[in-house]
Structure formats: structure tokens, C-alpha cells
């Protein structure tokens, strides 16, 4: 039985993520944070010449992630800690995840989502014309008991 409650939570979490992942294009934030082709998540590499599919698989992919990934925190279970959580990290030119900053309404929270996105396996760059680039992404992520 806490199996099945473990899996619906998760689920939970993931359908109120998904409608929210955004790439950013914030100029005066980033650097180089101008890009025409968004990142490839590994497993989305047959969408290379379409943009709006490519984003779709990268949405599907890291939602699937993050279900594959998440675990609340004991301690938060245990207090009823509850929130959302904002991530924002940079996909770095070689694909590597950079910068994770998190905010939330409880340190426990922020450092499970932070731990999540830590994990990303290596992303194909964000690309301005023929140069990779440096693409910011933010994520909510909703813990709800």
C-alpha cells in the first residue's frame, strides 16, 4: 500500500510540473543566453530539425526524470512540509548542468529539487546558429502532501 501511495505522489508532482518548464532568454541575465535550437535531452535526438517537437521530448523527458528521481524528504513527510520550489540552472556548452540555484519554503524541499536536477544526464547545447550556448532553464516543482 505505501508503494501505490509513493507512485500516486509522484504523479501528483508531475502533472503540476509539467505545464510550467520554461526556457529562458533573460539578455541581461546570462550571457550568450540568445539560442535558436534548444537542447537535446538525451533520447530526443530524432526531433534534431524540428524546434517545436524537440522542446515536447525535452519537456516529456525531464518530467519523466523527475518521477523517476523524486523522493520526499523524510523529515518533510514527517513536519508536512509542503511548497513549491523554484529551480534554475544553465545547460552549459558541453551539455553539463551549471549554476543550480533553488528557492522554496523550506531548505529540506529546495535541496531534494536541487539534488533532482543534479542528476540530468548529459544534454546536446542549445545552439545560437553554429555555436553551442549557455541556456537558462527554470523549473517549479510543486511537493504536496
Known sequence: M????ESMRKLYVIALLLPLLTFSQAKNRYKNANFT???IFPGCEEF???EKEKK??????IKQHIAD???YPKVALRKKIQGIVYIQFIIDIDGSIKEIRSRGPH???EKEAARIV???PGIVPGRNGDEFVRVPFSIPITFRL
Not at 505505501?2 to 501511495?5: I, N, T, V
Not at 515536447?56 to 523527458?61: S, V
Open 118 to 120: 543534479s542528476l540530468l
Open 69 to 71: 528521481n523524486f523522493q
Open 37 to 39: 535550437s534548444v537542447p
Open 107 to 109: 531548505p529540506l524541499l
Open 48 to 50: 534534431y530539425n524540428s
Open 56 to 61: 515536447k521530448c525535452f519537456q516529456e523527458k
Open 2 to 5: 505505501f508503494f501505490r501511495f
